[in-house]
């Protein structure tokens, strides 16, 4: 049992059941994804997926990286730094990796100033606009990385 406000991120298991908060963790999972649930209060409030298949952009552009697939919070509980929280979970995680890259990439859509803010303070810098589309067609994300080695 934990405190109240005490904010948990907890590994997913890839045979996890799995709700309509959650799915879109899980869909086209691959065998270089990892999954985690952000829980608060005993209820799932968000989660991280990364991943080692990397776009074309992030691949050309940045070399070897993991790049964060999705990070969410769900919306009664964003601007309370929760999605902070996941992002810096998702730093410390992959410096206990030494198998895998030491770079982070994203990608997030133009007009998401908020998340662009987010990953802007903790040192994540703009690398390019990539094409692929994300939840509406014909919208550009911009690619970010941050290097861990520094």
Known sequence: MTRSGQ???????RDASRDATTQYLFDELGPDDWVWLAILDDQVIGGLRLTLASGATGVEVIGANVMVHTVSVHEPRRGTGHGRAVMEFAEQWLRTRPDLPT??????????????????SLGYRFIGVDGERLTTPDRRCFVMAKSLDA
């Open 7 to 13: 904010l948990r991120i907890v590994s997913a298991r």
């Open 103 to 120: 770079t982070l990439s994203l990608a997030v859509e133009v007009d998401n100033t908020t998340a662009m803010g987010l990953y802007e």
